[in-house]
Nanobody
Framework: QVQLVESGGGLVQAGGSLRLSCAAS????????MGWYRQAPGKQRELVAA???????GYADSVKGRFTISRDNAKNTVYLQMNSLKPEDTAVYYC??????????WGQGTQVTVSS
């Protein structure tokens, strides 16, 4: 199994920045991809950014040019650098991992609140 623990959420003014971290442990050798989802009140959970073990990276259109996903393999950690934050970025952000043959792991979620 893979376990994920997020940190770095908080309250920030519009235009500000935050960096989320997700520390992974467990069967690291079997991870296929890692990324970040978010869920705002009353909305479905949506994919924000993802990074595959092969090096491919993708972003939701709403965050392109503002958010950057990166991985530190030595620390088994994935980051989400969020710049130029907007009130509509307010959500609970979840770290996600895909591993093995179709298994998924989720972090507990971290709240990001952007004030206008």
């Amino acid at each position: 199994q893979v376990q994920l623990v997020e940190s770095g959420g908080g309250l920030v003014q519009a235009g500000g920045s935050l960096r989320l971290s997700c520390a992974a442990s467990g069967r690291m050798f079997s991870i296929n991809a890692m990324g970040w989802y978010r869920q705002a009140p009353g909305k479905q959970r949506e994919l924000v950014a993802a990074n595959t073990s092969g090096g491919s990276t993708g972003y939701a259109d709403s965050v392109k040019g503002r958010f950057t996903i990166s991985r530190d393999n030595a620390k088994n950690t994935v980051y989400l650098q969020m710049n130029s934050l907007k009130p509509e970025d307010t959500a609970v952000y979840y770290c996600w991992g895909s591993y093995g043959l179709g298994y998924e792991a989720w972090g507990q979620g971290t709240q990001v609140t952007v004030s206008s």
